[in-house]
């Protein structure tokens, strides 16, 4: 049974930094897309990065660039978000998300939560001013 389960959310002041982390367990993704989504309270679920396989790239959210980095461990067969500077508009509850098909795509593709099909139960991030 494939499961991710997302951990490092919690409660951070402005300007401040969290680090997520997603482990897999089930099945290796290293050779698959994965990506993190979020969902703030009356929004929708919004793309915020994605990674694809080693040597591939990787993709970020308007909202995100140049703050948040994602990485992956593939021996650990994690996925990270490294989150900096954040903002109050960063709360939500962040989702990770994993491809179970590895062949390149479209850019457009990762962006789409519909072109994930694991999915994790969700950390809270919560941003204080």
């Known amino acids: 049974q494939v499961q991710l389960v997302e951990s490092g959310g919690g409660l951070v002041q402005a300007g401040g930094s969290l680090r997520l982390s997603c482990a897999a367990s089930?099945?290796?993704?290293?050779?698959?897309?994965m990506g993190w989504f979020r969902q703030a309270p009356g929004k929708e679920r919004e793309f915020v990065a994605a990674?694809?396989?080693?040597?591939?790239?990787?993709y970020y959210g308007d909202s995100v660039k140049g703050r948040f980095t994602i990485s992956r461990d593939y021996a650990k067969n994690t996925v990270y978000l490294q989150m900096n500077s954040l903002k109050r508009d960063d709360t939500a509850v962040y989702y990770c998300?994993?491809?179970?098909?590895?062949?390149?795509?479209?850019?457009?593709?990762?962006?789409?939560?519909?072109?994930?099909?694991?999915w994790g139960q969700g950390t809270q991030v919560t941003v204080s001013s």
């Open positions: 089930g099945r290796t993704f290293s050779s698959n897309p």
């Open positions: 990674i694809i396989r080693s040597g591939g790239g990787t």
């Open positions: 998300a994993a491809d179970s098909a590895s062949q390149k795509r479209r850019d457009s593709y990762y962006f789409s939560q519909r072109s994930y099909d694991y």
